[in-house]
């Protein structure tokens, strides 16, 4: 395995190369600090493309002011060492100044997936991300692209980029890897203290209660909204940003669920932002 030490040109010289193989080129776009669901994304490409491309980038645009930009994890040696493990063909190490060179004017906005839930606590996120998910897919234009069902609401802002600019790449969507507590494996639970690590969970849980309830004959959207919001204000340190039931694919809140939805959550523990969110069907 190499790293890219030839930067965009090297990464689009191999990928052009590595394109006509039979089953082709996937790729596994991240910001390093790789876990265990990074490395599921990376075992689903390996498993269905001849070459596995790993971005690693620490995307500077889908930060806002006072967001964690800074201090989020950062852990190259060891990223590389375990691509390397798991068999990946090239770890793309994109840099700030070659992707946004003094000059760059263009930014792709995904309009109305992006003004609800974690865009409307994160102003400008979702266009830093559909901007960069956009280059690198220009970049390597490989058939695959893989993204955790982890970040619901990203996968659907890719998934319409993706078909919305015609763009000649398969989205593949996989599960979110858990802790054997139930809480989403994060690289920023690497910031959480070992104070507030046994607390992160409860979101997940207040997931679940809804999914329960729902199960028990409970649909009313509020409810189940509800239900999540008070579980989670009665732990201690978290702030609630929001919670909701959505159409899966729309995002748009319910008011009663009758078929397939989404419960999902933000909140923030001992000044870290947790997300999550749970399929939940009648
Ligand atoms: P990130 O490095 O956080 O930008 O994540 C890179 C990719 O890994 C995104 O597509 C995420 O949705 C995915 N991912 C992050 N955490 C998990 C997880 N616990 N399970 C599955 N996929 C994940």
């Given at each position: 395995?190499?790293?890219?030490?030839?930067?965009?040109?090297e990464?689009?010289?191999?990928?052009?190369?590595?394109?006509?193989?039979?089953?082709?080129?996937?790729?596994?776009?991240?910001?390093?600090?790789?876990?265990?669901?990074?490395?599921?994304?990376?075992?689903?490409?390996?498993?269905?493309?001849?070459?596995?491309?790993?971005?690693?980038?620490?995307?500077?645009?889908?930060?806002?002011p006072?967001?964690?930009?800074?201090?989020?994890?950062?852990?190259?040696?060891?990223?590389?060492?375990?691509?390397?493990?798991?068999?990946?063909?090239?770890?793309?190490?994109?840099?700030?100044a070659?992707?946004?060179p003094?000059?760059?004017?263009?930014?792709?906005?995904?309009?109305?997936?992006?003004?609800?839930?974690?865009?409307?606590?994160?102003?400008?996120?979702?266009?830093?991300?559909?901007?960069?998910v956009?280059?690198l897919?220009?970049?390597?234009?490989?058939?695959r692209?893989?993204?955790?069902?982890?970040?619901?609401?990203?996968?659907?802002?890719?998934?319409?980029?993706?078909?919305?600019?015609?763009?000649?790449?398969?989205?593949?969507?996989?599960?979110?890897?858990?802790?054997?507590?139930?809480?989403?494996?994060?690289?920023?639970?690497?910031?959480?203290?070992?104070?507030?690590?046994?607390?992160?969970?409860?979101?997940?849980?207040?997931?679940?209660?809804?999914?329960?309830?729902?199960?028990?004959?409970?649909?009313?959207?509020?409810?189940?909204?509800?239900?999540?919001?008070?579980?989670?204000?009665?732990?201690?340190?978290v702030?609630?940003?929001?919670?909701?039931?959505?159409?899966?694919?729309?995002?748009?809140?319910?008011?009663l669920?009758e078929?397939?939805?989404?419960?999902l959550?933000?909140?923030?523990?001992?000044?870290?932002?947790?997300?999550?969110?749970?399929?939940?069907?009648?």
């Amino acid at each position: 395995m190499t790293a890219t030490a030839g930067g965009i040109a090297e990464m689009r010289r191999l990928a052009r190369e590595w394109r006509a193989e039979a089953r082709g080129v996937g790729l596994v776009p991240t910001m390093g600090a790789l876990h265990d669901g990074h490395m599921s994304l990376v075992q689903a490409a390996r498993d269905q493309s001849d070459r596995v491309v790993v971005s690693i980038f620490v995307n500077p645009i889908q930060f806002g002011p006072g967001e964690d930009y800074d201090r989020y994890p950062r852990t190259l040696e060891a990223d590389l060492e375990r691509c390397q493990a798991a068999g990946v063909d090239v770890v793309f190490l994109a840099t700030a100044a070659e992707m946004y060179p003094p000059g760059y004017h263009t930014h792709v906005v995904v309009e109305d997936l992006t003004t609800g839930l974690c865009g409307a606590f994160r102003p400008g996120h979702f266009r830093g991300v559909a901007t960069v998910v956009a280059k690198l897919l220009h970049i390597v234009a490989p058939q695959r692209a893989y993204f955790g069902e982890k970040d619901y609401q990203q996968l659907q802002v890719v998934r319409h980029l993706v078909a919305d600019l015609n763009m000649d790449t398969e989205v593949v969507a996989c599960p979110t890897v858990r802790e054997s507590d139930g809480l989403a494996l994060s690289s920023r639970n690497a910031l959480l203290t070992p104070e507030a690590r046994p607390r992160a969970p409860c979101l997940y849980r207040a997931l679940c209660r809804a999914r329960d309830l729902l199960r028990s004959g409970e649909r009313s959207a509020t409810a189940l909204q509800s239900e999540m919001r008070e579980s989670l204000e009665r732990v201690s340190g978290v702030g609630v940003d929001y919670v909701a039931v959505v159409d899966s694919r729309t995002l748009e809140r319910l008011d009663l669920v009758e078929g397939e939805a989404v419960a999902l959550g933000a909140i923030r523990l001992a000044g870290v932002r947790l997300i999550d969110n749970l399929r939940i069907s009648v």
